[in-house]
C-alpha cells in the first residue's frame, strides 16, 4: 500500500509517489520517512464501499474500510474518524477501521483516490498519508449530467445487488430515452427517475450527454386510445410526453390492469379520446401520483391479460396492448417452446454426466409433438445443440409474439437431497399459466418444490405474452436424475406439460 504526500491536501488532493508525514502542529512541510516506518502501520488495503469507481453527490454517503495494525487512528482527509472496529463485531479479526461520511455540498473531488490519513499516536510521525484504491468524483448539482438510453434492450434495477441471475430488474426502456444521471458504483449508473425514486443502469447502455441546464420535465398532452379492425390482435394507447422519458410499468389484477407511471412527466392533458375499435381496453385514466410522475391506468375486459409493450413512437408513449385470443384452444394458438440452455452452455450436471442441456432439447422436441398433434402452431428457440444466449432468444420471441412461452429447465442444488419439480413466473398476472402447469406435472408423482413468482429470469421477463418456466426436476438428486434420463419420463412430462397449457386455457375460459 503506497500512502500519499501531505501535498495533495493542498492541490486538489494530486497523487505524487513515495511515502510522507507531517509534523502535528506545523505548516506545510514535509519529511520523507523510512519503509520501515510505514511498514510499521502494517496497513493492507484502503478501499471504498462498495470497492469500485464512485461518482456521488451532496447528501450521498462514503463509506471507507481500513485495514491496518490496531490501536491506530484513522480517518479521512478532513479528519473524519474512521474508527477501529471491535473484532468481536467484525468474525475477531482486530485492526478493522470502517466509518461512513455524508458529502458536503463544499466537497470537491475530481476523479482521485480519497486521501485517508493514518496516525499512529505517537509524535515522532503523526500521520501517513494513503488513498483509496478507486477514484471517487462527486459531481456538481447545480450543472445536471444527462444520457441517452442506447442498446437492444436497455434495462433499469432497482439496486447495486447481484446473485446467478443478476441484479433485480425494475423494468426495460425503449432507446434513446433521456434519463439523469446523479452517480455512479463501479459499471452502474445510478439514475434519478423521480423526487423520491432511483435506479441503476449499466454504463454501456447510456451515452452521456454531457452537463447541461435542461429541466428533465416535460408536459402531457391529451390521449388517443384505438384499436385495430377486427382481425387485428392489439388495441393502443397514445399520448404525447414532449421528450423520452423513462417509466416503468407492471400488470395488476383483481382488477386486471396496465400501471404506466412516466418520470418526469406533468399532466395537461384534457381529454381522452377512446374508439369503437377497442377490443380489450375497457377503460383509461390518469394521475398525477407525485409533482413529477405522471401514471397511465389502462382496465381491460379480461380477467386474463394477455400482455402488452411499451415504447415511443417520437416522444410519444404508446402502450401496446394484446388481445386475448378469442378461441382458447390449443389448435388456433401459437405456442413457443424453449428448451433451456444449449451449445457451450451445458446447464446443470448430476452424476450421471448427462448435461441439462440434452434434456431439455429432448423434452422440448417431445413437447413440440403433442402440440402439433393438437394442432397448435409450435414456435422452437432451439432444435439442435448450438448456442443460443438468453437475450437473443427474447429478441426473437419479442418479434414472433406467440400467443404463450413454456421454458424447459432442469434444476439443481449444491444438497443432493434436495428434489422436486416447480414452475416459475415473473408478473403476478401470468401466474395462473404457471399454476396449471405446476399442478399438471405434479401428476408425475414428483415431489413439491413450489410454483415460485418474481423470478428475475430473462425468458419470464417479457410482458408482451403470457409465460413460465418448468424446472421439470433436479439433476443433482440422483432419483430425480434416474427419472429425467428415462426416455418415458421425458415423454410423460412432456404430455404433462402440454396438459397443463390446455388446463390454463379452459380455466382462462371459466374466468372469462
Known amino acids: 500500500m503506497k500512502p500519499f504526500t501531505f501535498l495533495l491536501l493542498f492541490c486538489l488532493f494530486a497523487q505524487w509517489a513515495g511515502a510522507q508525514t507531517v509534523p502535528a502542529k506545523s505548516a506545510p512541510a514535509t519529511r520523507t520517512i523510512t519503509p520501515a516506518a510505514v511498514d510499521s502501520l502494517k496497513v493492507e488495503y484502503v478501499r471504498t464501499q462498495p470497492d469500485a469507481e464512485l461518482w456521488l453527490q451532496p447528501g450521498d454517503r462514503l463509506n471507507v474500510r481500513v485495514k491496518a495494525r490496531t490501536g491506530l487512528k484513522v480517518s479521512l482527509w478532513n479528519k473524519h474518524p474512521l474508527p477501529e472496529l471491535p473484532a468481536a463485531q467484525n468474525k475477531g479479526e482486530a485492526g478493522v477501521y470502517a466509518g461512513t461520511y455524508v458529502v458536503q455540498p463544499g466537497d470537491k473531488l475530481p476523479n482521485l483516490n480519497v486521501p485517508v490519513l493514518v496516525d499512529d499516536t505517537t509524535d515522532l510521525y503523526p500521520y501517513t498519508v494513503f488513498g483509496t484504491a478507486s477514484k471517487v468524483t462527486i459531481l456538481n448539482p447545480a450543472q445536471p449530467l444527462y444520457g441517452l438510453t442506447q442498446g437492444k434492450m436497455p434495462y433499469m434495477n432497482y439496486g447495486l445487488g447481484e446473485d446467478r441471475l443478476g441484479g433485480a430488474k425494475m ?127 389502462i382496465d381491460l375486459k379480461h380477467p386474463q391479460a394477455w400482455g402488452y409493450s411499451v415504447g415511443y413512437q417520437g416522444t410519444s408513449l404508446v402502450v401496446k396492448i394484446k388481445r386475448q385470443p378469442e378461441k382458447l384452444k390449443l389448435k388456433h394458438l401459437t405456442i413457443a417452446v424453449d428448451a433451456g440452455h444449449g451449445g457451450t452452455s451445458t446447464g446443470a450436471t448430476g452424476k450421471t454426466g448427462i448435461p441439462e442441456k440434452e434434456i431439455t432439447l429432448k423434452i422440448a422436441k417431445l413437447l413440440q409433438q403433442e402440440l402439433q398433434r393438437k394442432g397448435a402452431t409450435v414456435l422452437m428457440t432451439r432444435e439442435a445443440d448450438v448456442t443460443f444466449d438468453t437475450m437473443e432468444r427474447v429478441r426473437m420471441l419479442k418479434k414472433a409474439q406467440p400467443d404463450i412461452l413454456v421454458s424447459v429447465h ?103
Open 171 to 297: 423494468g426495460f426502456l425503449d432507446s434513446l430515452v433521456r434519463v439523469q444521471i446523479i452517480g455512479k458504483s463501479g459499471r452502474d449508473y445510478k439514475i434519478k427517475l423521480s423526487n423520491t425514486l432511483n435506479a441503476y443502469m449499466p454504463v454501456q447502455q447510456v451515452q452521456l450527454e454531457g452537463p447541461t441546464a435542461y429541466p428533465g420535465e416535460s408536459l402531457t398532452s391529451s390521449w388517443s386510445v384505438t384499436g385495430d379492425d377486427a382481425n387485428g390482435k392489439y388495441d393502443y394507447v397514445r399520448v404525447a410526453v414532449g421528450q423520452r422519458l423513462p417509466y416503468t410499468s407492471y400488470l395488476d389484477v383483481n382488477p386486471s390492469r396496465i400501471i404506466v407511471d412516466i418520470y418526469g412527466a406533468v399532466s395537461n392533458t384534457n381529454w381522452m379520446t377512446l374508439h369503437r375499435t377497442l377490443r380489450e381496453v375497457k377503460n383509461v385514466q390518469y394521475q398525477q401520483v407525485a409533482s413529477d410522475v405522471y401514471r397511465m391506468i
Open 410 to 512: 432442469v434444476n439443481s442444488s449444491g444438497r443432493p437431497e434436495v428434489q422436486g419439480t416447480s414452475t416459475y413466473y415473473r408478473h403476478l398476472a401470468f401466474r395462473p399459466l404457471s399454476q396449471a402447469l405446476y399442478e399438471e406435472v405434479l401428476e408425475l408423482d414428483l415431489k413439491e418444490f413450489g410454483n415460485i413468482g418474481g423470478f428475475n429470469f430473462a425468458l419470464n421477463a417479457p410482458t408482451e405474452y403470457p409465460n413460465a418456466l418448468v424446472e421439470t426436476a433436479f439433476a443433482s438428486n440422483p432419483e430425480d436424475e434416474q427419472r429425467l434420463i428415462n426416455p418415458q419420463f421425458q415423454e410423460d412430462m412432456a404430455q404433462q406439460i402440454r396438459k397443463g397449457l390446455e388446463r390454463f386455457l379452459k380455466e382462462t375460459r371459466q374466468r372469462k
